[in-house]
């Protein structure tokens, strides 16, 4: 889909009704949709036929046509009638639906990477039917329905409140990162809720993996009219989101009204996806996939569209569907793993189309020549430099007043926590105990409860929370976007990912030093992929969502493949952690602030020139490239080495630089106020998790991913104001 300011004010007029080149557009747009339906049915017969056992196609088709009594065979009932027909159907549905939510999302919002899994539609859902399953005994299949259209009725109404934002409405690049703090809120939800519950959790691990196994012929039947609920909904939207095409202002003049075509794009894609998820689990990258290969097949015929979408996303699906039934054989690999390989290069691409970056243009001309104005007027008066000169000997220092008494007020602040979450952070001893025990004045068991277990843990939490803090703000700066943190640039994803690998294969979680090996692949991988570590932050920013996505995909499976024991204690890690940690996990971490902090101090000061641009630091005699590959490689090492002893605790690396420059000032690159906002910010975490939980302790993570996603939509919110 175009975006608007791509069409051209004198559009070449269509041609008369009843001419040759008017009769001849539909029927060259019958051939390719005549080509995937037979595509479609090609695969939903290969469906029938391959599987992960050992039935020969010849049985299989034996009982289809009722030949030599096959159908009397039990085992070969059970193997096509109940398994194999109903999976079939349901993939080829559940695919259509997608695809068809996927290019009802990306026209609405005249954005080409909307998406129900990118938007966080699947994401809102899966909290729904992850409530139902825990508090309310919601089974499988059409149990799931009214939780999954419940959860995905929220999201989709939050993504279209943020499309409508603004005069030009969100950029896509925006939306994206929207509706990954969408998804990164209810995955902090669904992290409490499931770590309380080891049969939640069980029920859990199996069902996010997206699959369209053990699918039942009721089940199916079960969600089928909601999809179709939503599929005929379509039919009446399909003349505005045509005429929305050229923009609001231009569908009014049409006669549409924009507001109320998105609500109907909203409800008819909420029964899509609510459906899809229900019965299979969140599928990602589908819908992403299908609009783009319709908008190629289609051009710009909206019908056309959203018919080649749910065509293509069905034949995706079962394509995707086989392939993970016989990668492996006997046993099966994830759908939705099969689906990320696809759609996280599909994503990167677009990024970097020129598509994407004509709409991802976060702010319009009229705007930025009205802020200069408000500037030239001396509407916000430059603020003087507020720095102060320390001279010894031959040398001086320029010191920034207001970031120096920033810096002393955070480090008295990260003291008093240190003291606070001592004493607070015990369930068992009061505060008065808790301090005597701090002293060495009390019982034996509690001084060891507090010097030996308790203030360990608080000193990890605040240097894990200062190497985070101060990864946050070197990739931030660098990006030039408050949003680039290791959480989203996809550093603790591979972290993650490499922690677990060495864990699964016979390690320990103590194994620290996988965690910078893995995220510093990650950052090599995303900026090759990329093109570089140049200005263009959102690009970066985006394929480091697409690359954490396809990893995180991987780390699902890993789970689901071991046993319940193991894979629960590799979770609860996995959403962050410091139950357990000690002086021997604050060794690599102080070892490592050591060699990094220094190093990082020395690229805050070189990042001040790059926030001038690549021009004017050339001509100040710095080295642009060199720079970037410096602070990524820094502040990978300082993510994964948080990692790999707290685990990827999300919301620190985007939030301490945010405030910390809040109150440091715009001066400098707050690389030290950064860490000790983090360094507060974990502790605080930690501590509230140990005794907001009671009995059951919550992981540090989760506690900071509930926060997370509302405040990433206040940063956003912000940012398109200003």
């Not at 890690?573 to 220094?598: I, T």
């Not at 990978?636 to 939030?655: H, K, M, N, R």
């Not at 809040?662 to 950064?674: D, E, F, I, Q, W």
Request: aromatic share 4%; hydrophobic share 55%; charged share 15%.
């Amino acid at each position: 889909m175009p975006p608007p300011s791509a069409v051209s004010a004198n559009p070449r007029p269509a041609a008369p009704a009843g001419t040759a080149a008017a009769r001849g557009r539909p029927a060259r747009a019958l051939g390719p949709l005549a080509a995937l339906a037979a595509l479609v049915a090609v695969l939903g017969v290969a469906s029938l036929f391959v599987g992960g056992g050992d039935t020969p196609p010849g049985r299989v088709l034996d009982f289809l046509l009722d030949r030599g009594g096959a159908r009397g065979d039990s085992d070969l009932h059970t193997v096509v009638a109940t398994l194999r027909v109903p999976r079939t159907l349901a993939g080829l549905a559940i695919g259509a639906a997608l695809g068809l939510a996927g290019a009802l999302l990306q026209a609405a919002t005249r954005n080409p990477l909307a998406e129900t899994g990118l938007l966080g539609v699947n994401g809102g859902a899966a909290l729904g039917v992850v409530t139902g399953i825990a508090y309310f005994g919601a089974g499988a299949g059409s149990g799931y329905l009214p939780w999954a259209f419940g959860g995905a009725l929220v999201a989709s109404l939050l993504v279209l409140l943020i499309a409508s934002a603004g005069r030009a409405g969100a950029s896509p690049l925006r939306l994206v990162l929207a509706g990954a703090a969408l998804t990164t809120s209810a995955g902090g939800m669904i992290n409490i809720i499931v770590l309380g519950s080891g049969k939640t959790y069980d029920e859990y691990r199996f069902w996010v993996l997206g699959s369209l196994a053990g699918v039942t012929m009721k089940a199916f039947l079960g969600v089928l009219p909601l999809l179709a609920a939503g599929a005929a909904l379509t039919v009446p939207a399909v003349r505005p989101l045509s005429a929305l095409a050229l923009g609001d202002d231009a569908a009014r003049a049409l006669g549409h009204r924009p507001g109320a075509t998105r609500v109907l794009v909203a409800v008819a894609v909420t029964l899509l996806a609510a459906g899809s998820v229900a019965l299979a689990g969140p599928l990602t990258f589908l819908g992403l996939v299908a609009g783009y290969a319709a908008r190629r097949l289609m051009g710009p015929r909206t019908a056309g569209q959203l018919v080649a979408a749910a065509l293509t996303g069905a034949a995706v699906l079962i394509a995707a569907d086989l392939v993970a039934r016989v990668l492996i054989k006997p046993y099966e690999t994830s759908v939705a793993l099969m689906l990320a390989l696809i759609g996280g290069p599909l994503l990167i691409l677009l990024v970097r189309s020129k598509e994407v970056l004509l709409l991802g243009t976060p702010a319009q001309p009229g705007a930025v020549r009205r802020a200069r104005a408000r500037r030239v007027r001396g509407d916000r008066a430059p603020r003087p430099d507020d720095s102060v000169v320390l001279r010894a000997g031959g040398r001086s220092v320029l010191l920034p007043r207001r970031g120096a008494v920033a810096a002393l007020g955070l480090a008295a602040l990260a003291g008093l926590v240190l003291v606070g979450c001592v004493v607070f952070g015990s369930t068992v001893l009061s505060p008065g105990e808790a301090v005597r025990a701090l002293f060495g004045d009390g019982s034996g068991g509690a001084v060891l409860m507090i010097r030996e277990f308790g203030l360990p843990r608080v000193a990890v939490a605040l240097l894990v929370g200062g190497a985070l803090g101060v990864a946050g703000c070197l990739t931030q700066t660098m990006a030039r976007n408050r949003l680039a943190s290791p959480d989203f640039l996809g550093f603790n994803e591979g972290a993650t990912l490499a922690v677990m690998l060495t864990v699964l294969g016979g390690g320990t979680l103590g194994a620290w030093w996988s965690g910078p090996l893995g995220a510093l692949a990650a950052a090599a991988l995303i900026v090759l992929v990329a093109g570089g570590a140049g200005a263009g932050g959102y690009r970066m920013l985006v394929t480091g969502i697409a690359v954490a996505a396809v990893v995180r995909s991987f780390v699902e499976l890993l789970l689901a493949k071991k046993d319940l024991g193991i894979a629960d204690a590799v979770y609860t890690w996995s959403v962050g952690s410091l139950n357990g940690r000690d002086y021997s996990s604050a060794g690599p971490l102080c070892a490592g602030l050591v060699v990094l902090l220094p190093l990082a101090l020395l690229a805050g000061r070189r990042l001040r020139m790059l926030r001038f641009g690549d021009d004017v630091t050339t001509v100040l005699g710095g080295d642009p490239r060199r720079t970037r590959w410096l602070v990524l490689a820094l502040a990978a090492g300082l993510a994964g080495l948080a990692v790999g002893v707290g685990g990827p605790i999300t919301f620190v690396a985007l939030s301490a630089p945010i405030l910390a420059g809040l109150a440091a000032g715009p001066a400098r690159v707050p690389v030290v106020a950064s860490g000790l906002v983090g360094a507060v910010l974990v502790a605080l975490a930690d501590t509230v998790g140990r005794v907001a939980g009671g009995d059951t302790e919550i992981p540090v993570g989760a506690v900071a991913g509930l926060v997370a996603g509302p405040f990433l939509l206040a940063v956003l919110l912000r940012e398109r104001r200003g």
